[in-house]
Nanobody
Framework: QVQLVESGGDLVQPGGSLRLSCAVS???????MAWFRQAPGKEREFVAS???????RYTDSVKGRFTISREYSPNTLYLRMDNVTPEDTAVYYC?????????????????WGQGTQVTVSS
């Protein structure tokens, strides 16, 4: 069965850092994965993706600040967040496609974790 379990969300001050983790099971290592986020009253938005072969893509607002990475023992997807701002406050979700190609569209991802809350505030 497919399981995606996020952890690492926390309260952090502006300019600070934290790392989110997503424990992965039941999906092919070749499938593209991504982090999305959703703030209250807003649609879920793409943040970053990781593709087989270690290529990555980011939404413009997080380029240079966030880093997506993957390891396989244990099988985990990460999102390192540096120099965070209050606009980064959201529930962060990891997600998996059922194909190896990139997508920034929520509808193209088949499996989702439960989310982890990130709050950036003084």
């Amino acid at each position: 069965q497919v399981q995606l379990v996020e952890s690492g969300g926390d309260l952090v001050q502006p300019g600070g850092s934290l790392r989110l983790s997503c424990a992965v099971s039941g999906v092919s290592s070749r499938y593209a994965m991504a982090w999305f986020r959703q703030a209250p009253g807003k649609e879920r938005e793409f943040v970053a993706s990781f593709r087989w072969g270690y290529s990555t893509r980011y939404t413009d607002s997080v380029k240079g600040r966030f880093t997506i990475s993957r390891e396989y023992s244990p099988n985990t997807l990460y999102l390192r967040m540096d120099n965070v701002t209050p606009e980064d406050t959201a529930v962060y979700y990891c997600a998996s496609r059922t194909s190896p190609t990139f997508s920034m569209q929520e509808r193209d991802y088949s499996y989702w974790g439960q989310g982890t809350q990130v709050t950036v505030s003084s």
